[in-house]
Structures are given as structure tokens and as C-alpha cells.
């Protein structure tokens, strides 16, 4: 079964701490996506990152690092310094090829206070 | 940058009604989506297209939903007759090769 567990229901962190959000998924295939989005109180889907199930490298984009793991089938994204402007639920995502659709898992609701 | 549109942003209508959600995919992708998150849940596959013919739908996705692509640019979400449940956010998406797929801003649906 495909599927993606982000065990952080809410995070609440204040201005300029590291926070680091999990996300865990399972799935049969050997090729496969995984996603960030981003969703702010407007509802919009803000993407943030596509790593496939070939590259483990970490990526680094400004504040935002992404740790992939594929022996621990994690994939956890670490905002650095945060901001309130942070503020948002985060949204992890598994796309698999053979599905042609992407699993959510639940969303963590990050909270950076001022 | 190419975005997906999607039109109206938000909709109020009656249990029983007919309502049409509208998007715009990008111009060249092939692969069209729609998702639904309930207010404070996660988002939810309802449904992929291509080629014109409906690829892979969800459990969700009964006799009550259909799309279309009436046009060479429009997208249709149609629920035939709303009901309470039905209210949520419905996005569009759509992507080129199947893989990364861009979402729209979603159509608030409201349902009394």
C-alpha cells in the first residue's frame, strides 16, 4: 500500500528556530516522487521541492534543506531561521508512476510566532 | 511562468444542485487531476484524465462526479447533485510527463 505519514499534526516554534518537519512513506515501487507543498491560510498549494526515488542528495534552497533517506523511507524538510511569514500547514506528497496519482499525507501545522 | 487557473474561486449552492467547477491547465501538459481536501483534512486524489478518457478515479469519485474536456483548455469537475459532504476545496492539476504536477489556487465549495 502506498502512503505517507507526517506524524507532527501541529508545530508551534518561535522566530528564528531551526524546525524540522517529518515525513514518512511506504510504497512498492521502485520509481517514485516525493513532494513538499506548502499551504498558507489563502488554501492555495505552494510546491517547494520534487525529489525522485533515484537521488538521495540533500537540497539546500535558501532557508529550506530536505533530507532524503530512502533506507529509513524518510523525507523531512528543516526550515532554518524561521519566520512568521512560515506559517503554514505543510503538506508532504508521494507520487508513484505506476498510480499516475498523488498520495497526501495529513499536513503539519506549522505555527512560527513572533 | 505558465500556472493552472481555475474559475470561480468560490461557490455557494444548494443541496441538490448541479455545480460545475472550471480550470484552466497548463497549455502543453497531457495529464489533468482532481483533488479535494475537506476544510482541515489532507488532500484527496478524486480523479486523473488523459487522452480524454479517465485514467484512474477513487473511491470518492461516484455516479454523482464527472469530468470533461469540452475544449482544447478547459477542464470540467461536474457534481450532479451536491450534497452537504460535497462542501471543500477542489483543485485542479495538471502536469506534462506524469510527474510533477502543478496545482491551481482551488474553488471553495460550499454546500447548504
Known amino acids: 500500500a502506498q502512503k505517507v505519514t507526517q506524524a507532527q499534526t501541529e508545530i508551534s516554534v518561535v522566530e528564528k528556530e531551526d524546525v524540522t518537519l517529518d515525513c514518512v512513506y511506504e510504497t512498492r515501487d521502485t520509481t517514485y516522487y516525493l513532494f513538499w507543498y506548502k499551504q498558507p491560510p489563502s488554501g492555495e498549494l505552494v510546491f517547494l521541492i520534487r525529489?525522485?526515488?533515484?537521488?538521495?542528495q540533500n537540497e539546500i534552497s535558501g532557508r529550506y534543506s530536505w533530507n532524503f533517506q530512502k533506507s529509513t523511507s524518510s523525507f523531512n524538510f528543516t526550515i532554518t531561521a524561521s519566520q512568521v511569514v512560515d506559517s503554514a500547514v505543510y503538506f508532504c506528497?508521494?507520487?508513484?508512476?505506476?498510480?499516475?496519482?498523488?498520495?497526501f499525507g495529513d499536513g503539519t501545522t506549522l505555527t512560527v510566532k513572533p | 511562468e505558465p500556472e493552472v487557473t481555475q474559475t470561480p474561486s468560490h461557490q455557494v449552492t444548494q443541496m441538490g444542485q448541479e455545480v460545475i467547477l472550471r480550470c484552466v491547465p497548463i497549455s502543453n501538459h497531457l495529464y489533468f487531476y482532481w483533488y479535494r481536501q475537506i476544510l482541515g483534512q489532507k488532500v484527496e486524489f478524486l480523479v486523473s484524465f488523459y487522452n480524454n478518457e479517465i485514467s484512474e478515479k477513487s473511491e470518492i469519485f461516484d455516479d454523482q462526479f464527472s469530468v470533461e474536456r469540452p475544449d482544447g483548455s478547459n477542464f470540467t469537475l461536474k457534481i450532479r447533485s451536491t450534497k452537504l459532504e460535497d462542501s471543500a476545496m477542489y483543485f485542479c492539476?495538471?502536469?506534462?510527463?506524469?510527474?510533477?504536477?502543478?496545482f491551481g489556487p482551488g474553488t471553495r465549495l460550499l454546500v447548504l
Open positions: 506528497a508521494l507520487w508513484y508512476t505506476n498510480a499516475g496519482k498523488s498520495t
Open positions: 492539476a495538471s502536469s506534462d510527463a506524469g510527474e510533477t504536477q502543478y
Open positions: 525529489r525522485n526515488s533515484f537521488d538521495e
